[in-house]
C-alpha cells in the first residue's frame, strides 16, 4: 500500500523533535480541520493535536512563514 506524500513528509516531520511549530491554538476541531485543509491545499504538511477541549495546528518550522 503507498503513503500518499504529504503522509509520507508529515511523518517524517513528526519523527523529527523540535521541528514544529505551532501556528494556531484553541481553536474547534472544525476549525482545525478547516485550517489542515487550506494548508493541505498550499502544499504545506501539518498536524492537529488535541488539547483538553480544543485543538491547535502545527507546521514544520520551515513552513511556518508561509503557512501564517
Do not use: P, T, Y
Not at 508529515?10 to 480541520?33: K, T
Amino acid at each position: 500500500r503507498k503513503i500518499s506524500a504529504r503522509l509520507a513528509a508529515f511523518l517524517l516531520m513528526a519523527s523529527v523533535a523540535g521541528c514544529e511549530e505551532q501556528i494556531l491554538h484553541d481553536l474547534d476541531e472544525l476549525r482545525a480541520n478547516e485550517v489542515q485543509i487550506a494548508l493541505s491545499r498550499a502544499n504545506i504538511a501539518s498536524g492537529k493535536n488535541r488539547q483538553g477541549k480544543s485543538w491547535s495546528v502545527s507546521v514544520g518550522r520551515e513552513d511556518a512563514g508561509r503557512a501564517l
